[in-house]
């Protein structure tokens, strides 16, 4: 409880005021989203051992199997995010707002599900990646979720164009891309007549073509 009270004591101060104020948990009829009061959140973070993972973040509401994090660094505010409770990962915190208190503003909305123009489930691959790109290539592995042996990079490096995440969404690594723009190049998934690259500009006639 107190890991939990330290977390809370260092969130923005839009969330804490009204986390002050919120004497009941917020519960949304239509997405079946909850955001909790005060006896809640200490539960709910207890009970997921919140804290050591994600690191320095707080659950501050929960969706069924997703939950919904504040990141808790002491500064005036940060994205909030949501994650899979059952597959946390480096990966897998998708931003729902940029702060709490826009997030608050907008009654708690989730953001729509989008409309994707790529396989909803398919093969990532990583492709003309440098030979000596270790770097980059452990950014890469961060941004998937990969977990590669250190001694094995180089040798992956080599095998290009190589399986990086099996079965996973393109669309939700397209949309981790906006924040990784050096690696845009290198992410493709399967598609039926070959590779297809991952990240797409804003025009359809702008879109990387097929591989």
Known sequence: M???????????????????EAVDDFAADTTGLTVFGRESLLERNTTYEIGAWPAGHLMIGQEGDRGYFLRCDGGGGGPVYSADLGALGPAD??????????????????????????????????????VDAVALLMRASKLLGADWRVA??????AAQPFLAARS?????????LRSAPE??????????????????????DMRPGRR
């Open 2 to 20: 107190e890991m939990i009270e330290q977390l809370v004591s260092r969130t923005d101060a839009v969330y804490q005021r009204w986390l002050t």
């Open 93 to 130: 915190l998708d931003v729902v707002a940029p702060t709490f208190g826009v997030w608050l503003r907008s009654g708690f909305a989730l953001p729509a599900e989008p409309e994707p123009d790529m396989p909803l489930i398919a093969d990532v691959y990583i492709d003309k990646m440098p």
């Open 152 to 157: 094995d990079l180089r040798n992956i490096l």
């Open 168 to 176: 996973a969404q393109p669309w939700k690594v397209r949309g981790r």
């Open 183 to 204: 690696l845009r190049q290198h992410l493709f998934y399967a598609a039926d007549d070959g590779l297809e690259a991952v990240w797409a500009t804003e025009g359809p």
